[in-house]
């Protein structure tokens, strides 16, 4: 199984990014996708998440409204649109793998290498 995450990269405050995962070696529709962020000196926390079935999301209360979650079935890809960036959602951004959809990260066997995305002011 390989997680690929891109799209990270450097923005000013207010700006937007697209972050990308695509996913290989697994059925890509019975898994829940999420994205987990871990800041310098931070540990790692959930962000966002979608399930496999119906396409349940769920946000961090600090990215909600700001931040989108989806995924493309055919193409083995889930994204993360992210809008109003604030410096402090600086981090390395992770997308994961699971069965089903929750905030622990305990629950999730597949990782990406992670993406960073900086946030100036």
């Known amino acids: 199984v390989q997680l690929q995450a891109s799209g990270g990269g450097l923005v000013q405050a207010g700006g937007s990014l697209r972050l990308s995962c695509g996913a290989s070696?697994?059925?890509?529709?019975?898994?829940?996708m999420v994205w987990f962020r871990q800041a310098p000196g931070k540990e790692r926390e959930f962000v966002a998440g979608?399930?496999?079935?119906?396409?349940?999301?769920h946000y961090a209360e600090s990215v909600k409204g700001r931040f989108t979650i989806s995924r493309d079935n055919a193409q083995n890809t889930v994204f993360l649109q992210m809008n109003s960036l604030k410096p402090e959602d600086t981090a390395v951004y992770y997308c994961?793998?699971?069965?089903?959809?929750?905030?622990?990260?305990?629950?999730?066997?597949?990782w990406g290498q992670g993406t960073l995305v900086t946030v100036s002011s």
């Open positions: 994961a793998a699971g069965s089903l959809l929750s905030v622990y990260q305990g629950n999730y066997a597949y």
């Open positions: 070696g697994l059925t890509f529709n019975r898994y829940a």
């Open positions: 979608i399930s496999w079935s119906v396409g349940t999301t």
